[in-house]
């Protein structure tokens, strides 16, 4: 069992910056990839980005390249988005998710490839 709980989301302007935060717990951290989705609502839960197990392998949506960097920190258990340069059109629920394997590899882009969810924070950036 893995545990999840995100935060740093709220209200922010056009072009302002976010740092979200999710805490794990409940299985050796650096054993697995990470992942954070964001829903709109209405909308599909879609992929973000992912971050490998170790932390050297990051992979993104092309609508977020260059504008958001996943990370994550082994030692503290928690994963990271910082969101940089922020749109309407980010405006969403985010998710981090654990991944079921260590490496970023066949499908890290779909919600099955993913075993536990956070309960999402609110990103919501006007305009």
């Known amino acids: 069992q893995v545990q999840l709980v995100e935060s740093g989301g709220g209200l922010v302007q056009a072009g302002g910056s976010l740092r979200l935060s999710c805490a794990a717990s409940?299985?050796?951290?650096?054993?697995?990839?990470m992942g954070w989705f964001r829903q709109a609502p209405g909308k599909e839960r879609d992929f973000v980005a992912a971050?490998?197990?170790?932390?050297?392998?990051?992979r993104y949506a092309d609508s977020v390249k260059g504008r958001f960097t996943v990370s994550r920190d082994n030692a503290k258990n928690t994963v990271y988005l910082q969101m940089n340069s922020l749109k309407p059109e980010d405006t969403a629920i985010y998710y981090c998710?654990?991944?079921?394997?260590?490496?970023?590899?066949?499908?890290?882009?779909?919600?099955?490839?993913?075993?536990?969810w956070g309960q999402g924070t609110q990103v919501t950036v006007s305009s």
């Open positions: 971050v490998s197990g170790s932390g050297g392998d990051t």
């Open positions: 998710a654990a991944g079921r394997f260590l490496i970023l590899s066949g499908n890290y882009y779909a919600t099955g490839w993913y075993d536990y």
């Open positions: 409940g299985r050796t951290f650096r054993n697995y990839a």
